[in-house]
């Protein structure tokens, strides 16, 4: 059973003495849930006009519901998923004249295609060429010409969205010493396009290092800074550019953020453990900055929880989903910054509304409104397929 609403007491540290804690004049305010999904969710995304809510799951399938009500709208699924999961989906940007709701996809078997989220219909599927090579990150660029994708290999390949060409693969060199190419070691786990350089890619995953590229060559990364540990789809870059948000799974200092510039660390949001779940701590898979609001939203695994954040008032709690029987594995803000999704490993999508906080209470003083039930998709569940490890 999930709990929502704003929980500081329950939430904050065994301090020493009373100290008070900063205060949001926003709180999360429970909306919908979509509960029995077939399998877990690895991936979850608005569209970009808000109409549809996309996951991407455990069984290779990706479900598509209408955001406002939680109905199932389409299900699509590969002839060549093999009951492997959808690992990471984007929508295509709708700054273009190309066709809306575009929906890029990776699986688990390295597969990536393009489908059509209106009509249902499969646009593109790259030939899998390497089994073995899983791919965990996909972004497109601001207006949607190229797209970069990441995984198992340790390279960022970056494409052309209408020819579906190949334009640069970029990774680092083996070995040691200044004649190596800088780059990732081991897995990638998440990438962003920079909102402002055309050319700026920005990945992060396993080796603990954020590696800066130039995506209009091959070759090694343009810079690097050494700290965040990736095991999701925790990473995120402002809207101005400036900063980088990254979510480490790790007990501690999970959530961070850090000058784009410089790679120097800027501050460390505050994440006690929780009571709920016998004060574990959450080690953080998924982490984004809202599109439109001073808000940061993050969840993982441990305590298996989901909180959204102030960063105008010195990161204070606007809001908690806690309780939750499996991790957090992925979400995301709707276009407008009013709404968060927040799914993963107990087969539900959660659509929480960020409000008002004073116009919360007087509508529930005290209290948080219970969720409502979205009817769940007619669809009957699958063998369990395997999961995608989490390290």
């Not at 598509?64 to 959808?86: E, V």
């Not at 808000?295 to 993982?300: H, M």
């Amino acid at each position: 059973m999930a709990t929502f609403g704003n929980v500081e007491e329950q939430l904050a540290p065994d301090p020493v003495e009373k100290v008070a804690l900063p205060t949001s004049r926003r709180k999360l305010k429970p909306g919908l849930t979509i509960s029995n999904l077939a399998a877990e969710v690895f991936s979850v995304r608005f569209s970009p006009d808000g109409r549809y809510l996309a996951a991407g799951c455990g069984d290779g399938a990706i479900r598509i519901f209408n955001a406002k009500t939680g109905t199932a709208s389409a299900q699509l699924t590969s002839s060549t998923a093999a009951g492997l999961p959808t690992t990471v989906i984007r929508f295509r940007p709708h700054d273009n004249d190309r066709t809306k709701n575009v929906l890029l996809a990776a699986n688990a078997n390295g597969g990536i295609e393009h489908w059509h989220v209106s009509s249902g219909k499969l646009l593109h599927a790259f030939p899998v060429q390497d089994d073995s090579n899983q791919v965990y990150a996909l972004d497109y660029d601001r207006k949607g010409d190229r797209f970069a994708t990441g995984g198992k290999d340790c390279t960022v390949r970056i494409y052309d969205e209408d020819t579906k060409k190949c334009l640069a693969t970029l990774k680092g060199g083996q070995g040691y010493g200044s004649h190596v190419a800088a780059g990732h070691s081991n897995r990638i786990f998440a990438l962003k396009w920079h909102p402002t350089d055309p050319n700026c890619v920005v990945s992060g995953g396993w080796d603990n290092t954020i590696q800066i590229w130039d995506a209009r060559k091959d070759g090694g990364a343009v810079r690097s800074f050494y700290g965040p540990h990736l095991c999701g789809d925790a990473l995120d870059i402002s809207m101005d550019g400036s900063r980088i948000l990254t979510g480490s799974w790790r007990p501690e200092d999970q959530v961070q953020v850090w000058d784009f510039s410089t790679g120097k660390l800027v501050e460390t949001v505050p994440w006690a453990s929780s009571i709920i779940q016998n004060r574990e701590p959450c080690m953080v898979y998924a982490a984004q900055f809202s599109k439109s609001m001073p808000l940061v939203a993050a969840g993982g695994s441990g305590a298996n929880e989901a909180r959204v954040f102030d960063s105008d008032n010195g990161h204070a709690l606007v809001g908690v989903v806690a309780g939750l029987d499996r991790g957090v594995f992925t979400l995301d803000f709707a276009p407008d910054g009013k709404r968060l999704a927040v799914a993963g490993g107990d087969n539900a999508i959660r659509v929480l509304d960020v409000v008002d906080a004073a116009a919360w209470e007087k509508e529930r003083p005290g209290t948080a409104a219970p969720v409502s039930e979205a009817a769940p998709p007619a669809v009957a569940p699958p063998v369990a397929p395997p999961a995608v490890p989490a390290q």
